[in-house]
């Protein structure tokens, strides 16, 4: 697993409002996925799934009463609960880097 | 196998192959694709073997085998594999698929060539697994499966280019649909020939071990193709909108799951009613058709309506497979495990083991074999442990003969459910209850473990195919008469002699001086606590080959009483059983382990004796003291309290 230390202080440096982690994103928003701090076994199954560093995330919707959320991105819908959600590290800015699929 | 090579266009076999004889001469193609990229019904397309497909990930969960319907000289065999997103294994079926693979599945020969089928409304992601495959260097065959999908939400590939690209044959197919299948006929004539091989790629192909390199790979190999990603699936998007929606969510899951259980009772009635009618009346033609012997005896008390009354419940068992197969097809069923993950984690357990445990509302022994998908081997095998606890689709003759005969039917929530339909979900409800506390107390103690977390892909909704919901329906009914053919045949047969045996003065004598009879009687102080009398006793003693068999037990054994008319079984259960009797009969087949055939892929499994051995003491233990204990609080008049409501 390769973790940009650089990026990941930056982002919470610079950001104190922006989100941070793919869990702190609400329906419709985006952000742009920078690394997983995951297991690796786990981490190699969601990069499998589409979930890459410098992968667009969109949330989707969430299963009723607070149960995991369904996640748009490269091309599938997976669906992720928010304990794991809250360990894929977004980039600090979200605009401008999408690298479009 | 040598006769048939001219009729090559019927020819199927199911299992594993016959090792060693075919291997020899045949061509093995293994069809190979991530989850719910439509191997399997491929698979069908090209065999005619009925396989199961569904539109959820991870339904093929062991390799199957078939001989595909092609015309050629050599025979070509297909290995449906278990889908993989790459060939680094994380769960067992995973295991499968390298393991085959690699050619070290003992009873399958190394593939000499593979179908590699793709979904290609994803297909950016879905050629990562390319890499590993084509650096195989097997001759290989890239299926885009889903072109209809594909031109109805206008997306583009160009197939030709992107033969180039891979250095390998393309075909662009509609496997639900059957366009182009004809295309993967010619590739595996081709390959079987021995004239397909693989040219050099055109994108050199990425160190296999990197997923990011992998999928810049594909990317570059797509955007060289001309891919056009579809526009997203609109319908899927609004769909979940409603499926998923906070209140309607719930309130659309509650209202399926009444609606299901209503519609097996009042359904399937009129069509049990005649099926039973024509038994009866072919039963009393063959009497009259036949000279009184002992063989007539045999044929029409043993055989007739020991069978009879067991296949009457097909009808019921067909409709409850269709919904689950409309479900599963749909893709309501990956939005079911969704909205089931909170509440499973609660009990130890996760979103993916709702999948196996609403299988075993239908077979436990599919279900047992679903687990492979869970990568957890605590989280398998608490799984495995609790999956028999689920109603499965044998309890519901039982369930239904003595619901039928004791609970009278009332409105319950308007038109929707009534008494009798409730009092069938409630024991469905019960299996569950069971089954999630038994989880707890497995996942708090000795298989105590990490949670590990939910992942599962979700599928875009899809309208069920007839012919999808035909083969599930055409398959159930296939193993069910094949195990009425089989077990409860015997089981009958077996029965009826001991009815009739031994002899007094060359007569067959009372039943209750018969070896059946003597064995009920033996049972009897066990069995008496519970409310159950002796020929309850007999019926339960058979069941343990299968749980449906008491029901056929009943039969002869009131047949051979002579009490057999029209009313058949209820009426006389209804002499037979005190109310609370009845209720702790529901309760104890509810828990109690009774079939052979789950006892037997637990150890297949498990590897072992040990664990089906503690699930069957522990499971008929629940089911005595819970029997015991219900007989004695119905027996003390709460029913007469419910019925007077």
Same mark, same amino acid.
């Given at each position: 697993?390769?973790?940009?230390?650089?990026?990941?202080?930056?982002?919470?440096?610079?950001?104190?409002?922006?989100?941070?982690?793919?869990?702190?994103?609400?329906?419709?928003?985006?952000?742009?996925?920078?690394?997983?701090?995951?297991?690796?076994?786990?981490?190699?199954?969601?990069?499998?799934?589409?979930?890459?560093?410098?992968?667009?995330?969109?949330?989707?919707?969430?299963?009723?009463?607070?149960?995991?959320?369904?996640?748009?991105?490269?091309?599938?819908?997976?669906?992720?609960?928010?304990?794991?959600?809250?360990?894929?590290?977004?980039?600090?800015?979200?605009?401008?880097?999408?690298?479009?699929? | 196998?040598?006769?048939?090579?001219?009729?090559?266009?019927?020819?199927?076999?199911?299992?594993?192959?016959?090792?060693?004889?075919? /291997?020899?001469? /045949?061509?093995?193609?293994?069809?190979?694709?991530?989850?719910?990229?439509?191997?399997?019904?491929?698979?069908?397309?090209?065999?005619?073997?009925?396989?199961?497909?569904?539109?959820?990930?991870?339904?093929?969960?062991?390799?199957?085998?078939?001989?595909?319907?092609?015309?050629?000289?050599?025979?070509?065999?297909?290995?449906?594999?278990?889908?993989?997103?790459? =060939?680094?294994?994380?769960?067992?079926?995973?295991?499968?698929?390298?393991?085959?693979?690699?050619?070290?599945?003992?009873?399958?020969?190394?593939?000499?060539?593979?179908? =590699?089928?793709?979904?290609?409304?994803?297909?950016?992601?879905?050629?990562?697994?390319?890499?590993?495959?084509?650096?195989?260097?097997?001759?290989?065959?890239?299926?885009?499966?889903?072109?209809?999908? =594909?031109?109805?939400?206008?997306?583009?590939?160009?197939?030709?280019? $992107?033969?180039?690209?891979?250095?390998?044959?393309?075909?662009?197919?509609?496997?639900?649909?059957?366009?182009?299948?004809?295309?993967?006929?010619?590739?595996?004539?081709?390959?079987?020939?021995?004239?397909?091989?693989?040219?050099?790629?055109?994108?050199?192909?990425?160190? $296999?071990?990197?997923?990011?390199?992998?999928?810049?790979?594909?990317?570059?190999?797509?955007?060289?193709?001309?891919?056009?990603?579809?526009?997203?699936?609109?319908?899927?998007?609004?769909?979940?909108?409603?499926?998923?929606?906070?209140?309607?969510?719930?309130?659309?899951?509650?209202?399926?799951?009444?609606?299901?259980?209503?519609?097996?009772?009042?359904?399937?009635?009129?069509?049990?009613?005649?099926?039973?009618?024509?038994?009866?009346?072919?039963?009393?033609?063959?009497?009259?058709?036949?000279?009184?012997?002992?063989?007539?005896?045999?044929?029409?008390?043993?055989?007739?309506?020991?069978?009879? /009354?067991?296949?009457?419940?097909?009808?019921?068992?067909?409709?409850? @497979?269709?919904?689950?197969?409309?479900?599963?097809?749909?893709?309501?069923?990956?939005?079911?495990?969704?909205?089931?993950?909170?509440?499973?984690?609660? @009990?130890?357990?996760?979103?993916?083991?709702?999948?196996?445990?609403?299988?075993?509302?239908?077979?436990?022994?599919?279900?047992?074999?679903?687990?492979?998908?869970?990568?957890?081997?605590?989280?398998?095998?608490?799984?495995?442990?609790?999956?028999?606890?689920?109603?499965?689709?044998?309890?519901?003759?039982?369930?239904?003969?003595?619901?039928?005969?004791?609970?009278?039917?009332?409105?319950?929530?308007?038109?929707?459910?009534?008494?009798?339909?409730?009092?069938? $979900?409630?024991?469905?409800?019960?299996?569950?209850?069971?089954?999630?506390?038994?989880?707890?107390?497995?996942?708090?103690?000795?298989?105590?473990?990490?949670?590990?977390?939910?992942?599962?892909?979700?599928?875009?909704?899809?309208?069920?195919?007839?012919?999808?919901?035909?083969?599930?329906?055409?398959?159930?009914?296939?193993?069910?008469?094949?195990?009425?053919?089989?077990?409860?045949?015997?089981?009958?047969?077996?029965?009826?002699?001991?009815?009739?045996?031994?002899?007094?003065?060359?007569?067959?004598?009372?039943?209750?001086?018969?070896?059946?009879?003597?064995?009920?009687?033996?049972?009897?102080?066990?069995?008496?606590?519970?409310?159950?009398?002796?020929?309850?006793?007999?019926?339960?003693?058979?069941?343990?080959?299968?749980?449906?068999?008491?029901?056929?037990?009943?039969?002869?054994?009131?047949?051979?009483?002579?009490?057999?008319?029209?009313?058949?079984?209820?009426?006389?259960?209804?002499?037979?059983?005190?109310?609370?009797?009845?209720?702790?009969?529901?309760?104890? @087949?509810?828990?109690?382990?009774?079939?052979?055939?789950?006892?037997?892929?637990?150890?297949?499994?498990?590897?072992?004796?040990?664990?089906?051995?503690?699930?069957?003491?522990?499971?008929?233990?629940?089911?005595?003291?819970?029997?015991?204990?219900?007989?004695?609080?119905?027996?003390?008049?709460?029913?007469?309290?419910?019925?007077?409501?």
């Amino acid at each position: 697993m390769q973790l940009n230390v650089n990026t990941a202080a930056d982002a919470a440096r610079n950001s104190a409002f922006a989100p941070k982690t793919l869990a702190q994103l609400g329906r419709g928003e985006s952000g742009v996925l920078d690394h997983l701090d995951l297991p690796d076994d786990i981490a190699r199954r969601l990069m499998e799934l589409g979930f890459l560093p410098g992968q667009e995330i969109v949330p989707a919707r969430s299963a009723p009463g607070g149960g995991p959320r369904v996640y748009r991105v490269d091309g599938s819908e997976v669906a992720l609960r928010r304990e794991t959600a809250s360990r894929l590290i977004l980039r600090s800015i979200s605009k401008g880097d999408n690298r479009k699929t | 196998m040598s006769d048939c090579h001219d009729c090559g266009n019927c020819a199927v076999v199911a299992g594993p192959l016959p090792a060693g004889r075919s /291997s020899a001469r /045949s061509h093995v193609v293994a069809i190979i694709g991530p989850p719910n990229s439509g191997k399997s019904t491929l698979f069908n397309r090209l065999t005619g073997l009925r396989q199961k497909v569904a539109n959820f990930p991870g339904v093929t969960v062991e390799q199957r085998v078939g001989r595909a319907r092609t015309r050629g000289v050599r025979e070509v065999i297909l290995v449906d594999l278990p889908g993989v997103y790459s =060939l680094n294994p994380r769960s067992e079926d995973e295991q499968v698929t390298r393991d085959v693979l690699a050619g070290e599945m003992p009873g399958i020969p190394k593939p000499d060539a593979v179908l =590699l089928i793709l979904d290609c409304t994803n297909l950016g992601r879905h050629l990562v697994l390319a890499a590993p495959i084509l650096a195989l260097k097997l001759p290989t065959l890239v299926i885009l499966n889903m072109a209809d999908d =594909l031109a109805s939400r206008g997306g583009k590939v160009d197939t030709a280019e $992107l033969a180039m690209q891979l250095g390998a044959p393309v075909a662009l197919i509609s496997a639900a649909k059957g366009q182009g299948v004809e295309k993967v006929f010619q590739f595996m004539e081709g390959t079987a020939g021995g004239t397909a091989s693989l040219s050099a790629p055109k994108v050199e192909l990425p160190v $296999l071990q990197d997923i990011p390199k992998c999928r810049q790979w594909a990317q570059q190999v797509g955007y060289g193709a001309a891919y056009r990603a579809p526009a997203p699936p609109l319908w899927t998007r609004r769909l979940d909108a409603i499926f998923l929606h906070p209140v309607a969510g719930i309130a659309i899951f509650a209202v399926v799951v009444a609606a299901v259980f209503q519609t097996i009772f009042s359904l399937a009635k009129p069509i049990m009613d005649g099926l039973q009618a024509l038994i009866e009346t072919s039963g009393h033609w063959i009497e009259g058709a036949l000279p009184d012997s002992v063989i007539r005896s045999l044929l029409v008390d043993g055989v007739w309506h020991g069978v009879g /009354s067991v296949i009457v419940f097909l009808p019921q068992i067909l409709l409850l @497979f269709l919904f689950i197969g409309i479900l599963e097809d749909s893709g309501y069923l990956a939005r079911a495990a969704l909205i089931a993950d909170r509440s499973m984690a609660k @009990f130890g357990l996760q979103g993916k083991s709702f999948i196996p445990l609403l299988s075993a509302y239908a077979c436990a022994v599919p279900a047992i074999m679903a687990t492979r998908t869970i990568e957890s081997k605590r989280d398998r095998l608490a799984t495995i442990l609790i999956a028999p606890l689920m109603t499965c689709s044998a309890r519901l003759p039982v369930y239904t003969l003595i619901i039928a005969a004791f609970i009278p039917q009332h409105p319950l929530l308007g038109p929707l459910l009534g008494t009798q339909a409730g009092a069938l $979900l409630g024991l469905y409800v019960l299996g569950f209850a069971a089954a999630i506390v038994t989880a707890k107390v497995l996942k708090s103690s000795v298989l105590k473990s990490e949670r590990t977390p939910f992942v599962l892909e979700m599928p875009p909704y899809r309208m069920p195919t007839l012919r999808s919901l035909g083969i599930r329906l055409y398959d159930r009914s296939k193993i069910f008469l094949h195990r009425a053919g089989t077990v409860i045949l015997t089981v009958a047969i077996v029965l009826w002699v001991l009815l009739h045996l031994p002899l007094h003065n060359g007569k067959a004598p009372e039943i209750g001086q018969s070896f059946a009879g003597m064995i009920g009687h033996a049972a009897e102080p066990v069995i008496k606590p519970l409310g159950f009398n002796w020929k309850i006793g007999i019926g339960l003693i058979s069941s343990l080959a299968a749980r449906e068999v008491i029901v056929g037990t009943l039969g002869t054994i009131y047949s051979v009483e002579g009490t057999e008319d029209s009313a058949g079984l209820r009426h006389a259960l209804q002499n037979e059983l005190s109310p609370g009797g009845a209720v702790a009969l529901l309760i104890f @087949f509810a828990f109690a382990m009774q079939c052979m055939s789950t006892v037997a892929v637990v150890r297949r499994e498990t590897g072992g004796w040990k664990w089906p051995a503690i699930q069957f003491v522990y499971m008929t233990f629940l089911a005595y003291v819970c029997a015991l204990a219900t007989n004695e609080v119905v027996g003390s008049g709460v029913l007469k309290v419910i019925a007077r409501l």
